[in-house]
């Protein structure tokens, strides 16, 4: 596969990783509510993800999207290492590119990392039953709110979550204009309000995930 094959399909996954990451956070800001309210809305929510057979093919979707997003981001940095001559990779860098963009690489992996521990302790849990066993609320539904909730009264686990959402600003905010830029757009005055876009974007988004929990364990 090309160069150009492989930039497209890090530019088409991980624009579906923005839009979940939007979902998510739009299901996340439910915890902000009163408690009484927010149990039955999250677990009704929960259910209705792990009920839906469309929401399981998106779910599966998603999964694959973040492998190959890993695998080809990963062949794209490689194939851009060798390519550049070594004396003049450090001046090219600082000289063309931003901070974020130099360290991509880096940053994703430490999202891996994330990913991976927030997995084990939601995804594996609720879904495949390993750890503790996850209890019923008043509707006899799981109570996903109340892992989620002790979770974040981790002060540790808060702390960590937290502050993995400023690495995934900074990725966010470089993934989205490259992967617009990647899919061909290359209007000027567009480029200029996608830059601003990315920047809301990552702000907001980051800025959301990080507040959570922290709303939740100072509650």
């Given at each position: 596969?090309?160069?150009?094959?492989?930039?497209?399909?890090?530019?088409?996954?991980?624009l579906f990783l923005c839009l979940f990451l939007v979902v998510h956070l739009s299901a996340n800001a439910l915890?902000?509510?009163?408690?009484?309210?927010?149990?039955?809305?999250?677990n009704g929510y929960s259910e209705f993800l792990r009920e839906s057979p469309v929401i399981k093919v998106v779910a599966y979707l998603l999964y694959l999207a973040?492998?190959?997003?890993?695998?080809?981001?990963?062949?794209?940095?490689?194939?851009?290492q060798k390519a550049r001559p070594d004396h003049y990779r450090a001046r090219d860098?600082?000289?063309n590119s931003t901070w974020a963009s130099q360290n991509m690489g880096w940053l994703g992996v430490v999202l891996l990392i994330f990913i991976v521990i927030h997995l084990v302790n939601f995804w594996s849990r609720?879904?495949?039953?390993?750890?503790?066993?996850v209890g019923l609320d008043a509707a006899g539904r799981k109570d996903v709110y109340e892992v989620t909730y002790s979770l974040f009264q981790n002060p540790?686990?808060?702390?960590?979550?937290?502050?993995?959402?400023l690495?995934?600003?900074?990725?966010?905010?470089?993934?989205?204009?490259?992967?617009?830029?990647?899919?061909?757009?290359?209007?000027?005055?567009?480029?200029?309000?996608?830059?601003r876009f990315s920047t809301l974007y990552a702000v907001v988004v980051a800025l959301g995930f990080a507040i959570i929990p922290l709303v939740v364990f100072l509650r």
């Amino acid at each position: 596969m090309t160069l150009f094959w492989r930039k497209l399909a890090m530019a088409v996954t991980g624009l579906f990783l923005c839009l979940f990451l939007v979902v998510h956070l739009s299901a996340n800001a439910l915890l902000l509510l009163p408690e009484a309210s927010a149990q039955p809305l999250y677990n009704g929510y929960s259910e209705f993800l792990r009920e839906s057979p469309v929401i399981k093919v998106v779910a599966y979707l998603l999964y694959l999207a973040i492998l190959l997003h890993v695998v080809y981001a990963a062949l794209v940095t490689r194939t851009n290492q060798k390519a550049r001559p070594d004396h003049y990779r450090a001046r090219d860098l600082r000289a063309n590119s931003t901070w974020a963009s130099q360290n991509m690489g880096w940053l994703g992996v430490v999202l891996l990392i994330f990913i991976v521990i927030h997995l084990v302790n939601f995804w594996s849990r609720i879904k495949l039953g390993i750890g503790a066993e996850v209890g019923l609320d008043a509707a006899g539904r799981k109570d996903v709110y109340e892992v989620t909730y002790s979770l974040f009264q981790n002060p540790y686990y808060v702390a960590f979550y937290s502050v993995l959402m400023l690495p995934l600003g900074y990725h966010l905010h470089h993934g989205l204009r490259a992967g617009f830029r990647s899919l061909g757009f290359h209007h000027r005055e567009g480029l200029r309000r996608l830059d601003r876009f990315s920047t809301l974007y990552a702000v907001v988004v980051a800025l959301g995930f990080a507040i959570i929990p922290l709303v939740v364990f100072l509650r």
